[in-house]
């Protein structure tokens, strides 16, 4: 069970922000979420920079998320876990579960397997994926509405796109950092 309402504005960590992840965390709304991905880290150095966001997330009230397996995100102390649906096996009582989702299937195995709420990307280009296709706006929303949980747009977004985009709820990488 779910103790704060999922936030609309989520920050998603990684190599190209990381510098400027303290001063982002600060400027978000109170109560947004944090997803800690960080995987070009060795994992004694994943763990202390989490431990550090961690702290400066809590201080101004983010949900934190961790890219990593249900137990790890225990033994962290992290509201949750994202990845693929597939990641939400087994399922951990009180851990939130944000999943992944590109497809049609992607979203039906992750409504098949309860996610709290799914990230559907990438909604526009992207630098993670250069050259990489997009859903647009159209396609996106057609998806979106196929998830029986709250759905995170991804992919390319910044203030501006998720006004255009008119979605309640947005991640970003370089688009928040």
Do not use: C
Request: glycine letters at 10%.
């Amino acid at each position: 069970m779910r103790k704060k309402p999922l936030p609309r504005l989520w920050l998603i960590t990684d190599a190209r922000n990381d510098r400027g992840l303290r001063r982002a965390l600060a400027a978000l709304p109170r109560g947004s979420g944090l997803i800690y991905r960080h995987y070009h880290l060795t994992d004694s150095e994943r763990l202390a920079r989490f431990r550090g966001l961690r702290r400066a997330a809590r201080a101004r009230g983010h949900l934190v998320i961790l890219a990593d397996s249900a137990l790890t995100a225990r033994e962290w102390g992290a509201d949750g876990i994202y990845g693929s649906p597939r990641a939400l096996v087994p399922r951990r009582a009180a851990l939130l579960h944000l999943a992944t989702v590109h497809n049609p299937r992607e979203i039906a195995l992750a409504n098949r397997l309860g996610a709290d709420a799914m990230l559907l990307s990438p909604v526009f280009a992207t630098r993670s994926h250069p050259g990489g296709q997009w859903l647009g706006q159209v396609r996106f929303r057609l998806l979106a509405h196929l998830a029986r949980a709250p759905v995170i747009a991804l992919g390319g977004m910044t203030r501006q796109r998720a006004r255009t985009l008119g979605w309640p709820r947005w991640a970003a990488i370089d688009g928040l950092s």
